[in-house]
């Protein structure tokens, strides 16, 4: 009973108990083996011929069946650049729009943290519907020239005008919520108006327009972390570089940024992450010459059903790259996350 009763209670007021101990390393194991499983599972299908997936689950190598590089023969060698060209342009296209949508996030979150903006909602709606009129005056056959000339005289007599008397300001509260809450808008909602845009452009299937439509994407995003993180650096240390004769971008540069280091990897490995794995803006807007990783692992379903050998090749090569990547960064991923995520 003493021995039964030792390991119930605990030696030290912070330190669990045995049995406490016991029950979190075994829920941690079986939630170790539910988050692993599935890479393994891909890592052994990936060795699988087609008759070893479609005659039923084998788990083991050399146990339940013979690994065999038929896949990876078939699509790295024989396909010729049926994956190389989709894998060049997944690292083009989304390193591009990453490092696009960093620098402009961090530029964008530390305005936010260290200005104060007061814009009217009647000013903003009455410059949205601006746009507007440009662009249907541009389609009914309007130089672009003279509409966009309008649209911005148009835009100025009401601010100087009457937008003085518009009611109501917003805060960079607000802004910042409001920013982040385009990522609630589903792509699909927004893929046609998006689509005819760059067709008119002659953009589609192009870097261009991919690289646009990630960045604006998951720009949000990039301004709600760096902005969380650029709150964590102490106001006295910019203060003092002032004092000594900086300016203020010489302290973006040279001080906020280099002591954001770590929120900036940290940034730019989950933007890198979003625009890594986007299939549905890639599905609409590139072609043959820009397709990227996601839309070539979709395409595996061919009409004799899902080619799962092939699948699991392709997702491993694409996981493989992030993977490498965020254990190369861990230590500043890890600080990132932590100090952006500690206020007052």
Not at 31 to 37: M, Y
Not at 42 to 47: I, K
Not at 235 to 248: K, Q, T, V
Request: proline share 6%.
């Amino acid at each position: 009973m003493a021995a039964l009763r030792k390991f119930f209670q605990s030696s030290r007021p912070l330190k669990p108990s045995p049995a406490a101990m016991t029950v979190s390393y075994v829920l941690l194991g079986l939630w170790t083996f539910f988050v692993l499983f599935p890479i393994y599972w891909l890592f052994v299908t990936a060795f699988k011929l087609p008759v070893d997936v479609n005659t039923g689950p084998k788990y083991v190598m050399y146990v339940d069946f013979q690994p065999s590089t038929h896949a990876w023969r078939e699509l790295l060698i024989e396909s010729g650049n049926l994956v190389t060209r989709p894998y060049r342009n997944t690292v083009i296209v989304g390193l591009s729009s990453a490092v696009l949508a960093l620098t402009l996030g961090a530029m964008a979150s530390y305005a936010l943290t260290r200005f104060s903006y007061r814009p009217k909602p009647g000013l903003i709606a009455t410059f949205i519907l601006c746009v507007v009129l440009a662009i249907v005056a541009i389609n009914v056959d309007v130089p672009w020239q003279l509409a966009v000339g309008a649209a911005i005289g148009i835009f100025l007599l009401i601010a100087l005008t009457i937008g003085r008397r518009f009611k109501g300001t917003m805060s960079n509260d607000d802004i910042a919520f409001w920013l982040i809450s385009q990522r609630m808008l589903p792509p699909v909602a927004v893929i046609v108006p998006i689509y005819i845009l760059f067709q008119q452009f002659s953009l589609l299937n192009t870097y261009y327009a991919l690289i646009i439509t990630y960045t604006a994407v998951n720009l949000p995003l990039a301004i709600w972390f760096m902005r969380d993180y650029f709150k964590s650096i102490p106001l006295e240390l910019e203060e003092s570089a002032f004092i000594d004769g900086a300016s203020r971008y010489q302290v973006l540069y040279k001080v906020v940024l280099p002591l954001s280091t770590p929120g900036l990897v940290a940034t730019f490995l989950i933007v890198l992450i979003f625009a890594w794995n986007e299939y549905t803006l890639g599905l609409f807007l590139s072609g043959a010459d820009t397709q990227t990783l996601p839309v070539l692992v979709v395409a595996q379903n061919a009409t004799r059903g899902p080619q799962w050998w092939n699948i699991s090749v392709l997702v491993l090569l694409m996981i493989a790259p992030v993977f490498v990547l965020a254990i190369v960064l861990e230590r500043y991923i890890a600080r990132g996350i932590l100090i952006g995520a500690v206020k007052g």
